[in-house]
């Protein structure tokens, strides 16, 4: 009897000692967890507040892209020959800088499995919600090559490589713009520029491919806004997360 109460109470020690360990461990694993958590918030975080820097220096990039196809479209209605504000014009409106959202830490959650940290539902799915809407308004941010094509095939090499050298709107991916600041372009041939752009007025389909450059990139700047507004709401709902 005194064997079966001894091997008894062994058998309930090692129990609630395996249990305590357990709890133990089960406790690391959640600070763990939490540490991580907090990492992954903080990180996304900063790839939203990134992704709306982005987003703010493109808005006023494109605004002003929008704005030289407006003066390119004035002119093609007007007996005016080519100067160096239309040839900027021109040339400014087919510019193109693409916004690519910070996705790296985003796929990481979701490739790892680690998503599941994110506890708050409503902040996973606000955040595959951002991120989807960003993968889809991609293309939306990437123009058609049409107007680009044709007008860069008119402007003639050189002048394009004085642009390019005089006149630089960005010099990085992601670098914020310099804008469009006066510049200074020697040499230029503005009458032989008259006579090569002066085919264009008569040219329908030349028009049509300006028109829609200059709808597309208000759709542009449109889509960007509302990514940045979307990202306001994902930060705020971050901030309440820590």
């Not at 605004?63 to 040839?87: A, C, K, N, T």
């Not at 989807?132 to 049409?146: D, F, I, L, Q, V």
């Not at 752009?197 to 806004?225: C, I, Q, T």
Request: proline share 4%; net charge negative; glycine share 4%.
């Amino acid at each position: 009897m005194k064997e079966t109460t001894k091997l008894a109470g062994e058998f309930v020690l090692i129990v609630v000692g395996v249990l305590v360990a357990l709890a133990v461990e089960t406790a690391f694993e959640d600070r763990a967890d939490e540490r991580l958590r907090d990492e992954y918030i903080a990180r996304i975080k900063l790839d939203i507040e990134s992704d709306k820097r982005g987003i703010g220096f493109r808005v006023d990039f494109f605004g002003d892209v929008q704005r030289f196809s407006e003066e390119f479209l004035l002119w093609l209605d007007r007996d005016d020959p080519v100067d160096q504000d239309i040839l900027l014009a021109s040339f400014y409106a087919a510019e193109i800088w693409p916004f690519v959202p910070a996705v790296d830490t985003y796929q990481d959650l979701q490739n790892t499995g680690n998503i599941r940290l994110l506890d708050d539902i409503d902040l996973r799915t606000s955040l595959s919600m951002y991120y989807h809407k960003a993968s889809r308004s991609r293309s939306g941010w990437a123009p058609t090559e049409n107007f680009r094509t044709y007008i860069r095939s008119v402007i003639p090499h050189y002048v394009q490589d004085l642009i390019r050298t005089n006149c630089p709107t960005t010099d990085k991916l992601d670098e914020e713009p310099t804008g469009f600041p006066s510049c200074s372009l020697p040499d230029v041939d503005y009458a032989a520029l008259t006579a090569l752009y002066e085919p264009l007025k008569a040219d329908v389909e030349f028009r049509r491919w300006l028109n829609y450059r200059h709808s597309e990139v208000g759709v542009m700047v449109y889509l960007l806004s509302q990514q940045s507004v979307f990202a306001d709401e994902v930060l705020q709902q971050i901030d309440e997360q820590e």
